[in-house]
Structures are given as structure tokens and as C-alpha cells.
């Protein structure tokens, strides 16, 4: 597990690199019209390879599907590294290499969410989402500043090349990465129920994915949308600094929340308790659109990344303890597309709702929309019904087709 948590860390650090990289390619050359195409070349192919990707992960079992989408990214990666240093003008090539590195890496997030089962025995699956989640969260909080510093000392072709060996280096650690004995196994060359299929047939993962689909919607709105603009109608000439600190904030919050959820025992109704968090969650997100000064909205944004990473590794772990593992994958790819789906969503209402009556109307929407969400989840059935190891709706008999 250790090898596999390095291997992942190690390659989500390279994607910061990417991150940073790709748009100062684009501007220099392009111009901004240009970046908007880019990316949403990359956005809709990396929605495509998540629909995709849980299937695969189904049929193939997840650690070959990661495999095989790290050996197709580690290439394009390097065809960006070399547009970024050969200085032509290829946009068709640019546009290339990005979708094909949107499309793998959608592909690659369902298998990478689905893959700690196959390694780690069922007692330890909460633990290891734990690590999993606080090294990302620690990857997200450190890798933007080291990337930045990296591009503008030596420029975005060297850091393009750090994101390619990044992938070079998730292949290797997922090649001597072995599944447990006993783990339950795919069946090879068999089809099964599409993801929608699964979707359906599962009540209380219908209840996990409507929560997280309507959270993210009021979530993605505040974060993309109201915190910049709340930051800079306060302080124009402090944006960036605020920006910043803020957003760091909220990434040391989800840390401690991550390592928080994996240190405390289980609840024996894991999916009450993280549906629970979003209360405080909502009720921090609120009370930044109400706020005055400079430091109130970086100590409510650190409360509301620990409440929001707490429940995210909750829920994953549910997923993964409590879900059929012939659909585990499919399962994944649903959650995931509901997440990065709405989020260009919720940015669009925001931006409308800004427009009309003010950045701080955002936070007041969005948080009512994750309160909604918390309120509606704790009242439904299969939240309530469910306990670990004693489900009276016991999701593990369901076999949607069968």
C-alpha cells in the first residue's frame, strides 16, 4: 500500500506541473480564446474517459487499467515537453496531446478510486483512504507553489518533462504494486449492467450520488466563482495574497480531516456521519459570505475543508466496503462524473447569481444547497437503515441484471 500511495503522490505532483505549464504555452503563443479551447478539449475528453474508465475498471480489474492509461499519458506528456521546448507553432498538436492526456487520465481517476480494495484487506480500507486522501490533499497544497517557482526559474518544457517522468514513475511503482490473495476477481471478457444500470439498482448509492452531485453544484459555485469575487470586492490590491492564503486554508483543513478520518474508529453508520458533516460544512460556508476582514474567511475555509475531507474518505470507504466488487468501477465513474460534471455547472450559476446581487449572495446559495443536501440525506432510508456490518438493506446481495 505504502508503494502505491508514494507512486500516486509522486505522479500528482507532476500534474501540478502540467497545471501550471500548460496555460503560460498556450498564452505566449495563442492567446487567452485559444487556452479556453484547450481546455475544454481536455475537459470533455477527461469526462469521456471517466465514463469509460469505471467499466474498464469492472471488466479489467483496476490496477491494469491505471497501467495502461500512465503508458499512454507518460508519451503525451512528452509531446507537450517537446512543443514546449521546440517553440513551433503546432496547435493541432497541442490540442492532441492534451486530449489524449484528458481522455487517459479520466479513464485512470475511476480505477485509481476503486483500486485500495484490491490491495488492502476490508479491516483496513478506512486507514488506507485516509493516507490516500492526505496525500493528495498534501500534493494539492505544496505541488501549485513548488510548480510555479519550477516554471518561472526554468521555464514550462522542463516542468512538462518532470510531469512525464511523473507518469514513468506511477508505472513502475504499479507494476511491483500486487493485488491481495483472495480479493474477489473480474470476469474476463464478460460484459455486465452499463454504469446508469448500476446506478439504479443500488437505492442508497442513488443517495450518495444525488448528495454529492447537488453539494458540488453549491460547492463548486462558492469556490470557483464567490471566494475570488468576494476577495477581490474587499481588497482589489491584496487579491492574489488573500486568494492564496485562502485556498491554502481550506487544502491544511482538508488535510487534517483526511488524517483526522483515518486516525478515529469507524462509526458504525459511516454514511449518517458523513452525510452529518455537511452541516458544519455548510453552516462555516455560509457565515463566509457574512463576514468582514481579511482573516475570518481563511479560518471558516479551514473548518470547512476538514468537514468536507472527513466525509469524503467516509463515503469512499463505504464504496468500497459495501459495494459488489464486479461494480466498483462503474460505481466510481458515476461518482466521479457527477462531481467534475457539475462543477462547470454551479460556476455558471454563480457567476449569474454574482452579477445580480453580489459575491456573498453566492456563499448564502451554495451553502443552503449543501445544507439542502445534508438535511435531505439524514431523512432518507437507506441512510438510515445503514450500519456497517448490519445493513438491513443489505447492498451486497444486489446484482443489478441478475
Known amino acids: 500500500m505504502a508503494l502505491l500511495i508514494a507512486g500516486q503522490g509522486f505522479s500528482g505532483f507532476g500534474d501540478q506541473f502540467f497545471v501550471v505549464a500548460l496555460p503560460g504555452i498556450v498564452l505566449l503563443r495563442h492567446g487567452t480564446a485559444t487556452l479556453g479551447t484547450v481546455l475544454t478539449v481536455y475537459g470533455v475528453f477527461r469526462l469521456i474517459g471517466l465514463m469509460l474508465g469505471g467499466p474498464l475498471a469492472d471488466r479489467w480489474s483496476p490496477r491494469p487499467v491505471m497501467l495502461a492509461a500512465d503508458v499512454v499519458r507518460a508519451p503525451a506528456a512528452g509531446l507537450l515537453c517537446a512543443l514546449a521546448w521546440d517553440g513551433a507553432d503546432r496547435l493541432w498538436a497541442l490540442a492532441a496531446g492534451t486530449a489524449v492526456l484528458g481522455l487517459a487520465g479520466g479513464a485512470f481517476l475511476p480505477a485509481n478510486f476503486s483500486v485500495i480494495p484490491d490491495i488492502v484487506e476490508e479491516p483496513r480500507v478506512q486507514s488506507a483512504n485516509s493516507r490516500n486522501y492526505a496525500t493528495a490533499q498534501a500534493v494539492a497544497l505544496t505541488g501549485p507553489v513548488v510548480a510555479g517557482v519550477f516554471v518561472a526559474r526554468l521555464g514550462p518544457g522542463p516542468a512538462l518533462a518532470v510531469d512525464a517522468a511523473s507518469f514513468a514513475v506511477s508505472v513502475a511503482t504499479l507494476w511491483f504494486v500486487r493485488p491481495r490473495p483472495g480479493r474477489v476477481r473480474p470476469e474476463r471478457g464478460r460484459g455486465g449492467p452499463g454504469m446508469w444500470a448500476v446506478v439504479r439498482g443500488f437505492p442508497l448509492f442513488r443517495v450518495i450520488l444525488t448528495l454529492a452531485a447537488v453539494g ?94 472527513a466525509g469524503n474518505v467516509l463515503l469512499i470507504t463505504v464504496v468500497h466496503t459495501t459495494l459488489p466488487a464486479a461494480v466498483r468501477g462503474r460505481v466510481s465513474g458515476a461518482l466521479l462524473v457527477a462531481s467534475f460534471g457539475l462543477f462547470p455547472v454551479g460556476a455558471l450559476l454563480a457567476g449569474l447569481l454574482a452579477s445580480a446581487a453580489g459575491p456573498r449572495t453566492v456563499f448564502l446559495f451554495g451553502a443552503a444547497l449543501v445544507a439542502a443536501a445534508g438535511v435531505a440525506g439524514l431523512v432518507s432510508g437507506p441512510v438510515r437503515t445503514f450500519a456497517r456490518g448490519g445493513e438491513s438493506h443489505d447492498v451486497r446481495d444486489e446484482r443489478p441484471g441478475h
Do not use: K
Open 216 to 309: 458540488n453544484l453549491g460547492f463548486a459555485g462558492i469556490l470557483e466563482v464567490g471566494l475570488p469575487a468576494l476577495l477581490h470586492e474587499s481588497a482589489p490590491a491584496t487579491f492574489s495574497t488573500a486568494y492564496g492564503i485562502v485556498l491554502g486554508a481550506f487544502g491544511l483543513g482538508a488535510l487534517a480531516g483526511s488524517v483526522a478520518a483515518g486516525l478515529l474508529p469507524a462509526p458504525r453508520n459511516p454514511v449518517r456521519a458523513a452525510v452529518l458533516l455537511m452541516l458544519p460544512q455548510a453552516a462555516l460556508l455560509g457565515a463566509v459570505g457574512l463576514a468582514e476582514g481579511r482573516v475570518w474567511p481563511a479560518a471558516l475555509f479551514l473548518g470547512a475543508g476538514a468537514a468536507n475531507a
